[in-house]
């Protein structure tokens, strides 16, 4: 079958599932496709402002269930994924040297790159550091849960949860990192609704 079709079919399969299949788990193999995509996906200046938090824990999800308003979907999932962004990521930070010396430039060249980065980064607020980290956080999230409906598997990004309470059940070190998404993971319990879109004329422009 062409790609193309494959991949629009899983676009439209994919939709924000409320409720899961409690009976079905998703398999080791297919959990680690997903969180392998978005280990593989792009980030600004290649820095991978992230850490995948993989939440099986019943109690637990329970818990976060709690601090994320009741939403039903996090407790009945399959498995949790709780997406950290990175805050150490100002050029002075071990973390971001470490991951722009990966590049192997030569010594003049890095430094060079350095400075390019210095001045796009450090010169920002923290707030506005936490959300340019949140933003690649969300590359990797869209890519994970593609694959994840490629697969024939339901997800649900969530932005609505106590951040705080979030990171205080996971006993995350916040000086590193703060919980920037929730995505539940599973099978859907009943049919998908209708699938609403703007047309393709409404959202799509050409400049020749």
């Known amino acids: 079958m062409d790609k193309k079709k494959l991949f629009l079919e899983a676009m439209n399969y994919r939709h924000a599932c409320k409720l899961f299949d409690t009976s079905k788990r998703i398999s080791?193999?297919?959990l680690n496709f997903?969180?392998?995509v978005g280990r593989l996906s792009p980030s600004s200046f290649g820095v991978e402002q992230w850490k995948f938090v993989v939440v099986q824990n019943q109690g637990l999800k329970e818990a976060i269930e709690k601090?994320?308003?009741?939403?039903k979907q996090i407790s009945t999932c399959s498995d949790l994924l709780v997406i950290l962004a990175r805050k150490d990521v100002r050029s002075r930070d071990v973390y971001t040297q470490k991951q722009l010396s990966r590049l192997?430039?030569?010594p003049e060249a890095y430094q060079g790159f350095l400075g390019v980065y210095k001045g796009w980064v450090d010169g920002r607020d923290d707030?506005?550091?936490e959300m340019w980290s949140e933003k690649q956080c969300y590359i990797a999230a869209g890519n994970?849960?593609?694959a994840a409906a490629f697969i024939g598997i339901d997800?649900?990004?969530i932005e609505g949860f106590e951040f705080e309470k979030v990171d205080a059940l996971l006993e995350i070190d916040t000086s590193v990192y703060q919980s920037a998404l929730l995505i539940p993971f599973g099978y859907r319990a009943g049919e998908q609704r209708s699938k609403h879109r703007l047309s393709f004329e409404e959202v799509v422009a050409f400049k020749k």
Do not use: K, R
Not at 67 to 71: D, E, L, P, R, T
């Open 144 to 146: 994970m849960m593609s």
């Open 28 to 30: 080791p193999e297919d």
């Open 104 to 106: 192997g430039l030569a």
């Open 127 to 129: 707030h506005t550091i």
């Open 155 to 157: 997800s649900c990004p």
């Open 67 to 71: 601090a994320s308003w009741n939403q």
């Open 34 to 36: 997903i969180l392998e």
